[in-house]
């Protein structure tokens, strides 16, 4: 299970809209280590994405909460991104190719459009929650250890 902690920012009736912060590396890069892949992100800025979940476990706003997906559904994920315009892409050039005797330029732009099809259809798929499994799921809510100096 891979885990994400948000934070609660309003309640809609049954629903709960949380947010999280879109990390671009791990924890080393907030140290001023690592691969370079948060100066990056610091380039591109850090955005917070929202949405909402289901608040049957009584969250208030303001709750500190943790989110996870399973790990299977980003093979799907990748699947979906991916492998489906890339077939969409080779499928179209062969089917012009084999069934048209297409010239060079023709498989060209077959390919072309075999590859727009393939990312409006997985953007399609995507935005229907084909995959329902990649919602994240609420895990748990997050203890905020506090220490007292006595």
């Given amino acids: 299970m891979i885990e994400q902690q948000a934070y609660v920012v309003t ?18 890069c907030d140290l001023k280590g690592g691969c370079g892949i948060g ?10 994405r929202s949405f909402s979940i289901s608040n049957r476990y009584k969250l208030k706003v303001g709750d500190s909460i943790v989110l996870g997906v399973a790990d299977n559904f980003f093979v799907y994920a990748g699947l979906l991104m991916y492998l489906l315009p890339l077939f969409c892409l080779f499928g179209f050039s062969l089917i012009a190719n084999v069934l048209f005797e ?3 330029w023709l498989n060209v732009m077959a390919a072309l459009g075999g590859l727009i099809m393939g990312l ?5 798929l995507a935005k229907k929650n084909f995959f329902s499994g990649m919602q994240p799921r609420f895990l748990r809510r997050q203890m905020d250890l506090v220490f007292n100096e006595t």
Avoid: D, F, P, Y
């Fill in 11 to 28: 309640l809609q009736g049954e629903q709960a809209i949380v947010a999280m912060k879109n990390n671009s590396g791990c924890q080393s």
């Fill in 39 to 48: 100066s990056l992100g610091k380039l591109l800025g850090h955005r917070e």
């Fill in 102 to 104: 297409a010239t060079e």
């Fill in 120 to 124: 409006n259809l997985s953007a399609g």
